[in-house]
């Protein structure tokens, strides 16, 4: 019973970081020097390693998953407009087909899926 209670603190505390971490990186994806989006390189460099240590400390997949749900909701909730109509991700002006916040809403759920998908290196290790 106490390794379930660890387990589902480790999922609520994985979700609580993403969902920080999504916050942050959807304020943040904005910042630019110049033309060159740094907010976002950084915030998507950010969420990746994000994913990895938490999946490679916790040994699990469902941690990451948590993990990047937590952020995919903060994401999700932020890009839509604010009950003042403050938006935080807007949508392209004509003319632009692409925006730093709109590579940013679909980075997250691509990240999620490769981190969460990707082989346990010990599976790997002992067919060799």
Known sequence: MNALLARIATWVLAAVIGVVYGVAGTIGQAATWG???????????????????????????????????????????????????????????????VTPGLIWTFVVPLAVALVVAWPTASRVRSTN
Not at 66 to 82: H, K, P, Q, S, W
Request: charged share 10%; glycine share 14%.
């Open 35 to 97: 033309v060159v989006p740094v907010g976002l390189i950084v915030a998507s460099i950010g969420f990746v390693a994000l994913l990895i240590a938490v999946r490679t400390l916790t040994g699990e997949r469902a941690s990451a998953l948590a993990c990047g749900l937590g952020a995919l909701v903060a994401t999700l909730l932020f890009a839509n407009e604010g009950p003042g109509g403050s938006v935080v991700v807007p949508a392209p002006p004509e003319g632009t087909v």
